[in-house]
């Protein structure tokens, strides 16, 4: 009699895949309000340029043809709007499909990736589904912290992810941090930086990181269409890397992984800088009013450089996260809950419209003053 191990009746993922615990996306409606705002996904109120929407419409006459398996159009675009070498840029079905193929080209069996405490879900869930071992590391005042980062390096690290500024917190590492956070890595280790909400960001130690991408041979940059581009339905990302990083995610990527629509819309997006133009002042007029606002209804508000604020409530009854997400849902204001960042007693709210902003704000001021009719 064989002593190998005996045969499952089924099939069964191998090790790792079933400690991942599936993503949730935040709400879109709720059933009876007479309106909805939704606000628990970031997304732009602009909507996406109009140019985006002509592109995307006159490459709906050809949908029985393949698209460009390398998005070459889209690349040329991005490389003019940055002033880099198409050959260095990777698209991919939103920039989350490109955080997943770094951790598959670079993880295995015993490596391990690192992330904050408060990170994007979806590096944890890149780095299991790669074979990885996902090492969380403590932030400080819900920012990232380069030294506990730097301390959390072993001999099996071969990722870094750093999303900056950060989801769901808002903060943002000053560039100088950035540049400290690499220094301090061995240079056989990948530094990704995540920049989804680069575009929104206003202070001046700042930068997304394309000058150390260009500079360093383990520096990789994300960026996505789906917030100011205002094309999240499309699902567009692009990431910028070394020569031999990107030689290493065009092999796993699928030949087709971008629509022909979402190739020329994105195209046409990036190429459309008034339109992302309004888009950052509108978010800077109105980020700053949301935050004065509900700071003045007493709760404490994370300061955030993005296009979303972090606010924070009271533990027990009265004023808790889950009862002010309850109250705002049954009038039609759709938050994002945050506990599956370990952040329970805390909301994100998106930076919406003029309207949505009101209608937040005078809905969670009918919270604090315990008004069950508004």
């Not at 990736?113 to 990885?132: D, S, T």
């Not at 890397?241 to 819309?265: H, K, M, Q, T």
Request: with cysteine; net charge neutral; hydrophobic share 45%.
């Amino acid at each position: 009699m064989s002593s190998a191990s005996p045969v499952s009746a089924r099939p069964v993922p191998r090790p790792g895949v079933l400690a991942i615990e599936a993503y949730v996306p935040g709400k879109s409606g709720t059933p009876g309000a007479h309106k909805v705002h939704k606000l628990s996904s970031n997304e732009t109120p602009l909507g996406a340029s109009p140019r985006a929407v002509a592109a995307l419409q006159e490459a709906a006459a050809r949908l029985e043809l393949y698209p460009d398996g390398t998005s070459a159009r889209l690349r040329e675009a991005i490389a003019a709007r940055y002033g880099l070498d198409p050959a260095r840029i990777v698209c991919g079905a939103g920039s989350d499909e490109l955080l997943s193929f770094l951790a598959y080209a670079y993880l295995g069996a015993g490596d391990e990736g690192i992330f904050c405490a408060h990170g994007f879900l979806v590096y944890r869930i890149a780095i299991l589904a790669a074979g990885g071992t996902p090492v969380l590391v403590p932030e400080r005042d819900l920012t990232a912290d380069v030294d506990a980062m730097l301390a959390a390096v072993t001999p099996r690290t071969r990722i870094v992810y750093l999303a900056n500024p950060n989801n769901p917190t808002g903060t943002y590492l000053p560039f100088e941090e950035v540049r400290r956070l690499h220094s301090g890595l061995p240079p056989h280790v990948l530094l990704v930086l995540d920049g989804a909400y680069a575009e929104y960001v206003r202070t001046n130690d700042y930068s997304a990181g394309l000058e150390l991408v260009l500079d360093a041979q383990n520096v990789v940059m994300t960026r996505t269409f789906s917030k100011i581009h205002g094309l999240a339905s499309l699902r567009i990302g692009w990431m910028v890397a070394p020569p031999e990083v990107v030689d290493a995610v065009n092999r796993i990527r699928g030949p087709f992984n971008l629509s022909g629509i979402g190739i020329a819309a994105g195209a046409a997006a990036i190429a459309d800088e008034a339109h992302v133009a309004a888009a950052i002042a509108h978010n800077t007029e109105w980020l700053s009013w949301l935050t004065q606002a509900v700071t003045q209804l007493g709760f404490t508000v994370t300061p955030s450089v993005a296009n979303f604020l972090l606010m924070h409530c009271p533990e027990g009854p009265g004023r808790s996260a889950a009862e002010a997400d309850a109250f705002l849902t049954a009038r039609g204001i759709i938050v994002r809950r945050v506990s599956s960042y370990g952040l329970p007693n805390a909301l994100r709210v998106t930076v919406g419209s003029a309207e949505a902003n009101r209608a937040f704000v005078d809905a969670l001021t009918a919270f604090v003053k315990g008004d069950a009719r508004a």
